[in-house]
């Protein structure tokens, strides 16, 4: 069983169009992520959720709406899609979300496959 | 300015030898993350380290955490082609209290069998 499954896993769409990408973790993790990897593998974090609350926030365009309808479940979607979006988007999760200590591995990041959206 | 350097960006060994992969940050990290990713594939976790001075070891591949915790070095013993793929080392830093896991810009290991 995967753990954490995004789909689609491929997406080929138009300039202008408006997309979104699922997510969903069997984990029983509170906290989902979306990354953003670009063309030279550079892994960026665009969002944060906890508990369906969102508490990061990377400076992401406003056509970027995540939706969080459970803890198990993080959507991206995507409007007016523009030529630079092309990418690799990662979900991922993990149990927590404060800041690591104490020796507990609880917040470790599990990723899904990624979904790889081209816009042309 | 990146806050997580990687270096090398790219890494071309013979099947048998040892390598190194270094990551730096420019801040206290509170953690550090490694993982590994084939093309066209997720991230692999191999392992987080915490306390100053750690290591860790999965398999032939060992991670160090240095004592200030602002760098870290992966090491894989007696490389494989299995071995091949791009390593991302990521830092867990404070975003408000939150954990925010920034990734530095990845190492691209080739195994020559």
């Known amino acids: 069983d995967t753990a954490v499954s995004q789909t689609p896993k491929y997406l080929v769409t138009q300039m202008g169009n408006d997309k979104s990408i699922k997510c969903e973790q069997n984990l029983g993790h509170d906290t989902m992520y979306w990354y953003k990897q670009d063309s030279k593998k550079f892994l960026k974090i665009m969002f944060s959720y906890n508990n369906k609350e969102l508490i990061i926030n990377e400076t992401v365009p406003n056509r970027f709406s995540p939706k969080s309808p459970d803890k198990a479940h993080l959507n991206l979607h995507i409007n007016s899609l523009e030529l630079g979006d092309s990418a690799v988007y990662f979900c991922?999760?993990?149990?927590?979300?404060?800041?690591?200590?104490?020796?507990?591995?609880?917040?470790?990041?599990?990723f899904g496959e990624g979904s790889w959206l081209t816009v042309v | 300015s990146q806050e997580l350097e990687q270096s090398p960006q790219s890494l071309i060994v013979q099947e048998g030898k040892n390598l190194t992969i270094n990551c730096t940050s420019s801040?206290?990290?509170?953690?550090l993350y490694w993982y590994k990713q084939k093309y066209g594939e997720g991230l692999i976790f191999l392992m987080m380290?915490?306390?100053?001075?750690e290591e860790k070891s999965h398999e032939k591949i060992t991670a160090k955490l240095d004592e200030k915790k602002q760098q870290s070095s992966l090491h894989i013993t007696a490389s494989q082609p299995s071995h091949a793929g791009i390593y991302l080392c990521?830092?867990?830093?404070?975003?408000?209290?939150?954990?925010?896991?920034?990734f530095g810009t990845g190492t691209k290991l080739q195994v020559i069998p």
């Open positions: 801040k206290t990290l509170y953690g």
């Open positions: 990521g830092a867990a830093l404070n975003s408000g209290g939150y954990q925010k896991v920034t």
């Open positions: 380290l915490q306390k100053g001075g």
């Open positions: 991922a999760s993990s149990q927590g979300y404060g800041l690591l200590g104490g020796g507990s591995s609880g917040n470790t990041i599990y």
